[in-house]
T-cell receptor, first 115, second 113 residues
């Protein structure tokens, strides 16, 4: 079946630094990937839609200069949290679909803690 | 715009008892509906999905859900729960099966021994 991986699974960084999270589709190509954020005991909130070879589409209220998304290939999308602050601590989850007409598959998530 | 409502934030139920987790959605177009389960500190696992066809959908781990278009509902049921079913359950909707997914607020299911 279709598998989506994320790396790292957990990361701790200091306030003010930047951290990059990778999302890979392991056995299929994904033109579009999605990035979600989940606060403790809350639901997943869509942050942005990542399109291969073009700019990401951000949801209202999401700072595109703070959450940089790069979809450089059909199997890799990266989310970079720039100048991270403690309030950016969260669980970040990506998803991808093999092609139009197929369901989305979710990655296992990345736990970011900013100290 | 699409939205999803899960009326029960927490549902405690005794082991081997039946359970129903409620989900209602709103959308101006036809939608695809999903139920996901999330165990503590883990990612999402798809329980079942409704894309078209039969309104009664069977999923993994003995769960099933029924799509009711007139009531815009997609309630999740299991006839007999197990301790291992304790988790967070999310109802979700999208306009197509590959489009962005909008999640409900989640229902925390606690199975009591």
């Amino acid at each position: 079946g279709a598998v989506v991986s994320q790396h790292p699974s957990r990361v701790i960084c200091k306030s003010g630094t930047s951290v990059k999270i990778e999302c890979r589709s392991l056995d299929f190509q994904a033109t579009t990937m999605f990035w979600y954020r989940q606060f403790p005991k809350q639901s997943l909130m869509l942050m942005a839609t990542s399109n291969e070879g073009s700019k990401a589409t951000y949801e209202q209220g999401v700072e595109k200069d703070k959450f940089l998304i790069n979809h450089a290939s059909l199997t890799l999308s990266t989310l970079t949290v720039t100048s991270a602050h403690p309030e950016d601590s969260s669980f970040y989850i990506c998803s991808a679909s093999p092609d139009r007409g197929y369901e989305q598959y979710f990655g296992p998530g990345t736990r970011l803690t900013v100290t | 715009a699409q939205s999803v409502t899960q009326l029960d934030s927490q549902v405690p139920v005794f082991e081997e008892a039946p359970v129903e987790l409620r989900c209602n959605y709103s959308s101006s177009v036809s939608v695809y509906l999903f139920w996901y389960v999330q165990y503590p500190n883990q990612g999402l696992q798809l329980l079942l999905k409704y894309l078209s066809g039969s309104t009664l959908v069977k999923g993994i781990n003995g769960f099933e859900a029924e799509f009711n278009k007139s009531q815009t509902s997609f309630h999740l049921r299991k006839p007999s729960v197990h301790i291992s079913d304790t988790a967070e359950y999310f109802c979700a909707v999208s306009e197509t099966s590959y489009d962005k997914v909008i999640f409900g607020p989640g229902t925390s299911l606690s199975v009591i021994p």
